[in-house]
C-alpha cells in the first residue's frame, strides 16, 4: 500500500525557516517524480515544487522561487522541502505527492497525497 | 494559462446528475485531471488524460472534453460526493482550477 507521511509543520515567525519530510513507502520511491502542494485555510490547491525521480530536475513556483529548496533521499524514502524566509501568506497545509509518470518530462499529475502538515507563519 | 470552474458552489441532491466545467485560457488538448476533496482530506485523483478513470473511482464519475473545455459528470450523486471538485492541467502552470464545492441541497 503506497503510504505518504508528512512531518514538520508548525508554527513559525515570518522571515523564519522550516524543513518539511515527507517519509515514502509501499511503492519504489526513487522510480517516481515527488511534488509538493499546499493548500492555504479555506483555500484552493497550489502546486509548491516538483523534483524528478534522480533530482535532475526540480521546478517551483514563482511564488516560492528563491526561498524554498525541494529535495530528495532515495536511500532514505523521503522527500523534503526547506522553506527560508517564510511569509504569512505560505501559511498552508503542505501535502507531499506522488506523480504517477503518466506524462513523463511533459506534465505532472497527483495520484497518491499524504495526509498534509501544517504551517503557520505568524508573530 | 489560467483555469477556471463553474460553478463554483453547486447544491444538489443524492440521485441527481451535476455537471462541473472547467475552462482553459488557451488550448490544453486532453492535458487536463480532476481531483475531489473531503473536508479535512488530501484530494484524490478521479480522472486524468480528461476522460481515462483512476482505478477503483466508481464508473458514476465520468470526465470529457478537450482543447479548452472539460466536463466532470457524476451521473448519480451518492451522499459521499459532496466535496470540493478540482480541475488540473497537468502540462502548464498555475495547475489548478479553484474548485467547485458541491453541496447537499
Known amino acids: 500500500e503506497v503510504q505518504l507521511v508528512e512531518s514538520g509543520g508548525g508554527l513559525v515567525k515570518p522571515g523564519g525557516s522550516l524543513i518539511l519530510s515527507c517519509a515514502a513507502s509501499g511503492f519504489t520511491f526513487s522510480s517516481y517524480s515527488m511534488n509538493w502542494v499546499r493548500q492555504a485555510p479555506g483555500k484552493g490547491l497550489e502546486w509548491v515544487s516538483s523534483?524528478?525521480?534522480?533530482?535532475?530536475?526540480?521546478y517551483y513556483a514563482d511564488s516560492v522561487k528563491g526561498r524554498f529548496t525541494i529535495s530528495r533521499d532515495n536511500a532514505k524514502n523521503s522527500l523534503y522541502l526547506q522553506m527560508n524566509s517564510l511569509r504569512a501568506e505560505d501559511t498552508a497545509v503542505y501535502y507531499c505527492?506522488?506523480?504517477?509518470?503518466?506524462?513523463?518530462?511533459?506534465?505532472?499529475?497527483?495520484?497518491?497525497w499524504g495526509q498534509g502538515t501544517l504551517v503557520t507563519v505568524s508573530s | 494559462i489560467q483555469l477556471t470552474q463553474s460553478p463554483s458552489f453547486l447544491s444538489a441532491s443524492v440521485g441527481d446528475r451535476v455537471t462541473i466545467t472547467c475552462r482553459a485560457s488557451r488550448a490544453i488538448s486532453s492535458y487536463l485531471a480532476w481531483y475531489q476533496q473531503k473536508p479535512g482530506k488530501a484530494p484524490k485523483l478521479l480522472i486524468y488524460?480528461?476522460?481515462t478513470l483512476q482505478s477503483g473511482v466508481p464508473s458514476r464519475f465520468s470526465g470529457s472534453g478537450s482543447g479548452t473545455e472539460f466536463t466532470l459528470t457524476i451521473s448519480s450523486l451518492q451522499p459521499e460526493d459532496f466535496a470540493t471538485y478540482y480541475c488540473q492541467q497537468v502540462n502548464s502552470y498555475p495547475p489548478f482550477g479553484q474548485g467547485t464545492r458541491l453541496e447537499i441541497k
Open positions: 523534483i524528478s525521480s534522480s533530482t535532475s530536475f526540480k
Open positions: 505527492a506522488r506523480d504517477p509518470g503518466h506524462y513523463g518530462d511533459y506534465g505532472v499529475l497527483f495520484d497518491y
Open positions: 488524460a480528461a476522460s
